[in-house]
């Protein structure tokens, strides 16, 4: 194919590296023959998926000729009671980097800026360069975001804020002061995204509470999702909630049917699987100990993490150490697009995959 077609690619997306999802346990089988793949590269509920969203799976009603509903109404209702907040405030999307997605091209484009941390998500980056729109990053402290610092970036072009908390890949969180005080800090006509995907496995005392701050300032979008705690990463369900106004303006632009009535049933019983969301949570926390205080025990310098994934360095080069896993059978993920070449991190699996990983590991140092 002739590349002059490429000579028109909106301005931003020439130089941008496409997301690099984990690899997946098809890929490797298929590559390395293995029998048996452990999987712990994209920071997935090693319980699997909340037994409550998949019995609906058996008794799913014949409408699936039907086109979802598309103002999701069950689901979002389920999510505004849970949230305690009303209907008005919430926007469903094909997971929350939609979401992150909408707030780009909803407030982005060129000539604008949007602003996050360094060693910040990468979806950040992918959905405000293809806006065509700069991303500024501001220098992490401790691996995390230094919001006291953010505003000292902000200026007349400044549109959109990101922030991941906790943060993927480093694991670091923001306390609700921090947020708040930015939040105070930042002009009511720049949009700030909070992101709080791994929001439910947060233990700390002082961690954001995001609804309080949402009667607070109408510039607020906090995204969730499903694919974390809730086991349903495959089924595509994220969301939002903002102001009436706000959720008003990205669903003008959000395509009609994006979450599909498979999706939206299986969240609506998911987001009250408490027995789900606990068992989860309890293995994370037993789990992180056990994990952290072993790669510690081999000599690895492990960032410390409120989230369900570990990042940590030692004295290799993580690609290699990725690639000698995956011929071991073990997926975890290499962090180079973070500008993290010499760190790993692996998702907090289950007692017999981190095992699995541990022992591989062990073998390679
Ligand atoms: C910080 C963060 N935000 C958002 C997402 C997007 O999740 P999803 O689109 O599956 O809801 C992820 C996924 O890994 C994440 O790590």
Redesign the pocket.
């Known amino acids: 194919m002739s590349p002059d077609i490429l000579k028109n690619l909106n301005s931003g997306i020439g130089d941008l590296r496409p997301y690099e999802p984990g690899r997946s346990i098809d890929e490797v089988v298929a590559e390395f023959g293995h029998h048996e793949v452990v999987k712990l590269a ?2 997935e509920n090693p319980l699997g998926a909340s037994p409550k969203a998949l019995s609906i799976l058996t008794e799913l009603e014949n409408d699936l000729h039907l086109y979802p509903d598309g103002n999701g109404t069950k689901l979002k209702k389920e999510i505004a009671d849970h949230e305690n907040v009303a209907f008005d405030n919430i926007i469903i999307g094909n ?4 979401i ?1 997605e909408l707030a780009a091209r909803a407030f982005l484009s060129p000539n604008t800026s949007a602003i996050a941390s360094k060693h910040a ?1 990468a ?1 950040y980056k992918i959905v405000t360069k293809s806006s065509g729109a700069s991303l500024t990053e501001v220098p992490s402290c401790n691996w995390g975001h230094d919001l006291k610092s953010f505003d000292d970036y902000l200026d007349s072009g400044t549109r959109v804020i990101f922030i ?1 908390n906790p ?2 890949p480093t694991g670091t969180y923001n306390t609700h002061e921090e947020v708040h005080s930015l939040l105070k800090k930042v002009p009511s006509s720049v949009l700030v995204v909070l ?1 709080c ?2 929001f439910e496995y947060v233990t700390k005392d002082d961690y954001v509470r995001p609804i309080d701050l949402l009667n607070k300032f109408d510039n607020l979008l906090i ?1 969730k ?3 974390k705690i809730h086991g349903l ?1 495959s089924i ?1 369900v ?1 969301y939002g909630v903002a102001n009436p106004s706000l959720v008003e303006a990205l669903n003008r632009i959000r395509q009609p049917f994006n979450v599909n009535t498979i999706a939206q049933a299986m969240a609506c019983k998911a987001i009250n699987d408490h027995e789900h969301i606990r068992k989860s949570m309890e293995l994370n926390s037993q789990q992180y100990e056990f994990l952290f205080d072993q790669l510690s025990t081999l000599g690895l310098d492990c960032i410390p993490s409120v989230g369900n994934f570990i990042t940590f360095k030692g004295n290799f080069v993580g690609k290699e150490i990725f690639d000698s896993l995956m011929k071991k059978g073990v997926i975890v993920r290499c962090v180079d697009l973070y500008d993290m070449k010499d760190y790993i991190r692996v998702t907090i699996g289950t007692e017999a995959e981190n095992l699995k990983f541990l022992r591989a590991l062990e073998d390679l140092l």
């Open positions: 994209s920071n997971g929350s980097n939609e992150l998500f979806v991941a943060n993927n992101d995907a791994y995204t999702t499903f694919s990463a595509r994220g």
